[in-house]
């Protein structure tokens, strides 16, 4: 068992709205980043949500996780997630609400890295680290120290290299981030198909 983690926390002062209400193609972000979770092979998954959390639709096949201290930033949404997951979950895949290109077929492989015996498998595109990553229950507690303010998993990756396993997937998605309206204007014609899903930013 493999749990989805997806943080939704924040309030996305840049796009002006909580990007877990965004939408796209008519479906808001956050249902279509659960979807990517439970087809990837994910459960069960979690939502942290903190800003605009009233606001947020209903999440089949979801459990929300309320975080009241989501000002914190994404360190403190990373650890109220993992924390909110089942004493038997052995590792979850987490995603964030504002990459909606990313591919359930990119969980799968990060989730075939940790079957293979990886205990933290990072998806990469053009040789950089991205999303999913995979974190194995066991480095967890290592985390305390690193996901601060807006920091995740990233400090802890790079201080220890001999815990982590790269799984290209630069042919399977975009890591594009949704950070203003334009943003997504841009990735409009990718979602649909009629572009490729490469980002120049990446």
Do not use: F
């Amino acid at each position: 068992m493999t749990a989805g983690l997806l943080l939704a926390a924040g309030a996305g002062r840049r796009y002006g709205r909580p990007k877990a209400l965004v939408e796209l193609d008519g479906e808001p972000l956050v249902r279509r980043a659960i979807r990517l979770l439970g087809d990837g092979g994910c459960t069960p998954v979690h939502v942290v949500l903190g800003a605009g959390a009233d606001e947020v639709p209903d999440l089949p096949g979801a459990v929300p996780v309320r975080h009241d201290r989501w000002p914190d930033g994404l360190g403190s949404s990373l650890l109220r997630g993992l924390a909110s997951l089942p004493a038997a979950v052995p590792a979850a895949v987490v995603v964030l609400v504002d990459q909606p290109l990313l591919s359930p077929v990119a969980v799968r492989r990060v989730r075939a890295a940790y079957a293979d015996g990886a205990v933290v498998a990072v998806a990469t595109y053009a040789g950089r680290p991205g999303h999913p990553i995979l974190l194995d229950r066991r480095i967890w507690p290592l985390l305390g120290g690193y996901a601060v303010g807006d920091r995740g998993a990233r400090g802890l990756l790079r201080d220890r290299p001999d815990l982590v396993v790269e799984v290209p997937c630069d042919d399977v998605g975009s890591p594009a981030d949704v950070d203003t309206p334009a943003d997504l204007r841009r990735l409009c014609p990718v979602s649909d198909g009629s572009a490729s899903g490469a980002d120049p930013r990446w």
